[in-house]
């Protein structure tokens, strides 16, 4: 029996913890468990659906990109493993557990990259240094978490570590999605590559003093952003590309300057707006990678992300979800406040259950290409 590649086994874990993680809003009356449903959620999202989508993700990727040997036996067991402590540890209402178990899986995913870095004769692409700096910050992050400061915890390693990636991956994915050449991954010329490497070094300083309360550096984190969309990624470039991942990549783009310029302008709703990076980001390009990865890897042409109307619906709903969760942080009344939480929450489910629907199988059963496109 053929091996599965990571991919295929921390995909559809991401896509459980995806749904268990709002699944808490539907029953936390019911009193089925002790810990707050918003501590779960937290840890679920992040620990769980963010992350296993983040293991698969590199564990697949970087043998390829490295021209090195894929994930070892001990590799697969350690990474499952800590994987599901995580989704364990998240309903412990004692989080230090969780975040012990997540700095470990940071440990492993670090030495499984430097263990084919160092022997590998490949080109690193440019974005490795985003990936690298992410994985430094979940550390960092975990470890404040660990100690109890969780709101340095929270830009470090549920904002840094994801924004860090995205950014950085997405020099390649803005444009492998929108159906444009990745100008700026071909590039030689220095000072680009330089700017690209600063600009992820000053990001990560400003999470840290926005962690540390000063509110200007959420004002920072826009100005950096936009260098990012309009001189790396260059998403002033037209594309007559038919597909919704093409919409979907520039809502991306749009909502990481946005979700800091309003956290900027009222601080004290900063949950508010960062979940405007969680779910029309950070969610959606997910759900954009782990869809060309899946027919990519999966011996799919791509050319099915135009034809897909099952696509159209997993934007469209999770950007309704994102707005309806800012509804629920402008409102007081708590049956408001319930209808608009569950409200986010359907419509979170049924983008996922329409992802699952066209591309769950996908992920499992090979298509109808000779090999592999990636």
């Known amino acids: 029996m053929k091996k599965l590649a990571p991919y295929q086994i921390f995909f559809p874990l991401g896509v459980f913890n995806a749904f268990l993680a709002v699944g808490v809003w539907f029953v936390q009356e019911l009193r089925w468990f002790q810990t707050p449903a918003m501590l779960i959620h937290g840890k679920l999202i992040a620990g769980g659906f963010l992350w296993c989508f983040i293991v698969g993700f590199l564990m697949t990727a970087i043998p390829k990109m490295t021209g090195t040997s894929s994930a070892n036996k001990l590799e697969y067991f350690l990474s499952i493993i800590l994987m599901f402590l995580l989704m ?47 994985l430094l910050l979940a550390l960092v992050g975990s470890v404040f978490h660990f100690q109890g ?53 000053l990001m990560a300083a400003l999470l840290y003093c926005a962690g540390l309360g000063f509110s200007w550096a ?22 007559d590309r038919p597909s919704a991942l093409k919409y979907g990549v520039r809502v991306v783009a749009l909502m990481i300057p946005l979700s800091f310029f309003l956290s900027w302008l009222k601080p004290a709703m900063y949950i508010t707006w960062l979940h405007l990076l969680f779910i029309g980001c950070f969610a959606l390009i997910t759900f954009a990678v782990a869809t060309r990865v899946t027919l990519a890897h999966g011996s799919y042409s791509t050319d099915l992300e135009m034809k897909s109307k099952t696509l159209w619906w997993v934007v469209g709903l999770l950007v309704l979800g994102a707005l309806s969760r800012v509804g629920y942080g402008f409102t007081t009344d708590p049956w408001f406040r319930k209808f608009w939480l569950h409200l986010a929450a359907t419509f979170w489910v049924f983008a996922i259950g329409a992802w699952c629907f066209s591309y769950l199988k996908k992920i499992f059963v090979p298509g109808p290409q000779s090999k592999p496109s990636c």
Request: hydrophobic share 50%; with cysteine.
């Open 88 to 134: 364990i540890f998240s309903w412990n209402i004692d989080a230090r557990p969780f975040y012990l178990a997540h700095i470990m899986l940071v440990v492993f995913m670090i030495g499984f990259g430097l263990r084919r870095l160092i022997v590998s004769n490949k080109t690193f692409p440019v974005f490795f240094s985003h990936i690298g700096l992410g």
């Open 149 to 201: 400061q969780s709101y340095m915890g929270l830009h470090l390693f549920h904002v840094g570590t994801i924004l860090l990636l995205v950014l950085g991956i997405g020099t390649r994915f803005f444009s492998f999605l929108s159906g444009l050449p990745s100008i700026f991954e071909n590039t030689e010329a220095q000072t680009a590559r330089i700017l690209f490497h600063s600009c992820g070094l």
């Open 218 to 239: 959420y004002l920072g984190l826009t100005i950096v952003s936009l260098i990012y969309l309009f001189v790396i990624w260059k998403v002033q470039r037209k594309s």
